[in-house]
């Protein structure tokens, strides 16, 4: 089959519940989309407001730490991510096959020796085992257990990297805040959806890449790959899981690419047309991320350093026909545009509104 990027975009949009607007609540949108980056909260909320047939400021909150229906933690690419809660230990399964922090190079460049990150690694899941502890406090619980107080300063510095090979591992994730600090916990204890043990990753891996295609399909393992691991995953554990997932795929040819999708897919992909709609995405939104940053279809070339910018920045992006066609940001409560092309202006007015209408509802 061939298809166009115009057409393959526009089922991108209606699969993550962009065209429609029709996601039944915050867990199912995050399934769709494998997972809601949350690195600036008010993105995630925004993520999933948008694509929401009945926005609900409070509905995010209440599935973390209410309902335990949604996990927040470090999962893809070392970031923080909401994700379903009956997901979480298929993304750590699979994301443990690439064990970082076990390199010398990783360790020296986070002032750690082998013993002290196994020491970390060991004493994590003993403090959190029956505890919400806000850094600070699994830090010094942690220092107590190991008896050494070198890790104090490795644990207190930097970004919690020291932290996420636990969060890989399925020993930590966030807990309720407490008086405005974030909490850590276990997720065998936090959630109820937690199974006895982690499945195999061939099985988890699995499941990964065929939610991923359902909705960032059609793709390659390499695409999966970048969206998962960064580009870095162990080649042999990568193409298993896509050897296990071949009978449920069909090959396509995406202007000249050979593109993987599923085959359940197939029809709806030929009856897709391309989109005409403008829609305002927020930042870091899983439309932008899941996608390589070289995609031209997608973002042209002239302006990915307004899109993806310095230190991991990715902008708020105007879309129309399925691609960047501007930036935005919201200035003292109104909208300010940087548009690339031009823009339809009636269909940006009812996006420009619908936006509006969602900010001024975020918490």
């Known amino acids: 089959m061939n298809l166009t990027w115009p057409h393959v975009l526009s089922w991108r949009l209606r699969r993550q519940f962009v065209t429609a607007a029709d ?6 949108i995050a399934r769709r989309l494998c997972g809601v980056q949350t690195q600036v909260a008010s993105s995630a909320r925004h993520a999933v407001a948008v694509r929401s047939a009945v926005p609900d400021p409070g509905e995010i909150d209440r599935a973390l730490w209410q309902e335990r229906t949604l996990a927040k933690t470090w999962v893809m ?12 230990a298929d993304h750590c399964a699979a994301l443990s096959t690439l064990r970082f922090w076990e390199k010398g190079s990783w360790q020296r460049g986070h002032g750690v020796t082998t013993a ?27 220092v107590d257990l190991t008896g050494d107080a070198h890790l104090r300063e490795a644990l ?26 974030v909490t850590f916990t276990s997720p065998r204890a936090w959630l109820p959806s937690w199974p006895a043990e982690l499945p195999p990753h061939q ?15 059609p793709a390659s393992p390499e695409m999966f790959d970048s969206w998962l691991f960064g580009g870095v995953a162990r080649k042999a554990v990568l193409k298993g899981w896509f050897r296990d997932l071949a009978p449920e795929l069909t090959e396509v040819d995406v202007e000249g690419a050979r ?29 932008i991320l899941a996608a390589p940053r070289n995609l031209e279809p997608l973002i042209p070339a002239a302006v990915k350093a307004k899109v993806s910018r310095a230190a991991g920045w990715i902008s708020p992006v105007v879309i ?24 339809p ?19």
């Open 156 to 181: 207190t510095s930097g970004w919690g990297a020291l932290l996420k090979p636990l969060a890989r591992l399925g020993e930590l994730c966030y807990a309720p805040p407490r008086e405005g600090k």
């Open 116 to 142: 002290e990150i196994e020491a970390i690694i060991d004493a994590v899941p003993k403090a959190l085992e029956s505890a919400f502890l806000t850094r600070e406090e699994l830090v010094e619980a942690v």
């Open 345 to 363: 202006e009636q269909p940006l007015t009812q996006a420009l509104e619908r936006t509006r209408q969602l900010l001024t509802r975020e918490p």
């Open 259 to 287: 593109l993987f999708a599923l085959t359940e897919h197939i029809d709806a992909l030929a009856a897709t047309e391309p989109s005409r709609e403008v829609h305002l995405l927020p930042g870091f939104d899983q439309y």
């Open 23 to 28: 996601g039944p609540s915050a867990v199912e």
């Open 320 to 343: 129309h026909q399925g691609r960047v066609a501007g930036v935005w940001e919201s200035k003292d409560g109104q909208i300010a545009l940087d548009l690339f092309e031009d823009v």
């Open 77 to 88: 690419r070392g970031t923080l991510h909401l994700v379903p809660a009956d997901e979480l």
């Open 203 to 217: 099985e988890a891996g699995v499941r990964l890449a065929r939610s991923f295609l359902a909705a960032h399909g």
